[in-house]
């Protein structure tokens, strides 16, 4: 696909954030769906949600739609993404609040609103970019600012091991076809947005910072699903389990 010459307004890089993001997580709406069915199922009607690494909102935005009363707090360490969500949730006035924090520094939650309860968290393709040991501490952070009830709910690839070698294989060739499939259709890649994110003013003058942010910051070994369920309970949280899977995409979730 051919990046325009223009510059992108916010609006359009958030819609294709969207499709790029499809083009990596198969059946991403539905996991989305999923998510919001459990808050529908287990939280009051005027929950107040905190997005984990956000993005540009898109889990944000998609509770703010599906609950009229809900407020959502939306954290991300990244500038451009949190200057993206900012202008996308602005569309529901107060109802947003987008906080930029680091979930690798212990003092993390001190970027919350300090009135703030949660009735749940949500996070989507993004806490794999912890360590290990990274997310057994926000884990373990999270249970200690969760009232009882609350739960988390937590989307992502959780790669499968050595030691299932026909499955690991079978969920790499599937997300391959997807992607072939996406980038196709005109979908951009990773590379590509983040150039066609750089053509925007606003988003330019914020580049120097979030390169200064993620120096350093190589990637992380993967944490298996079966890392994750024991963190959780290590964590502090009562059950733990999974509500959603296809191959090695899941949606795990926590109770406090």
């Not at 696909?1 to 997580?25: G, H, I, K």
């Not at 069915?37 to 935005?61: E, K, Y």
């Not at 937590?154 to 026909?166: I, K, S, T, V």
Request: charged share 25%; net charge negative.
């Amino acid at each position: 696909m051919t990046v325009p010459l223009t510059a992108p307004t916010l609006d359009d890089l958030f819609s294709r954030w969207e499709r790029q993001q499809a083009a990596y997580v198969a059946h991403r709406q539905n996991r989305f769906q999923v998510m919001l069915d459990v808050l529908d199922l287990h939280c009051p009607a005027d929950l107040t949600v905190l997005d984990l690494a956000c993005g540009p909102g898109s889990i944000a935005d998609l509770v703010l739609r599906r609950f009229p009363g809900a407020r959502v707090v939306a954290a991300d360490f990244d500038p451009v993404l949190a200057r993206i969500a900012r202008s996308v949730l602005a569309r529901h006035d107060d109802r947003a609040t987008v906080v930029e924090t680091d979930l690798v520094s212990a003092d993390w939650p001190s970027a919350l609103p300090e009135e703030r309860t949660f009735d749940a968290v949500l996070s989507s393709t993004a806490l794999h970019w912890l360590s290990p040991g990274q997310l057994l501490a926000v884990y373990t952070e999270l249970a200690r600012l969760l009232p009882p009830g609350a739960v988390l709910l937590n989307a992502d690839h959780l790669r499968f091991g050595d030691d299932r070698p026909a499955l690991r294989r079978l969920s790499a060739e599937h997300d391959a076809a997807v992607q072939r499939e996406a980038f196709t259709g005109g979908a951009e890649t990773w590379e590509r947005w983040w150039d066609l994110a750089a053509r925007h003013p606003d988003l330019a003058s914020l580049m120097p910072e979030r390169e200064r942010r993620f120096a350093d910051r190589p990637p992380q070994p993967p944490a298996s699903l079966e890392f994750h369920l024991a963190a959780l309970r290590n964590a502090g949280f009562t059950e733990v389990g999974t509500v959603w899977q296809y191959l090695d995409d899941y949606v795990v979730f926590a109770r406090r």
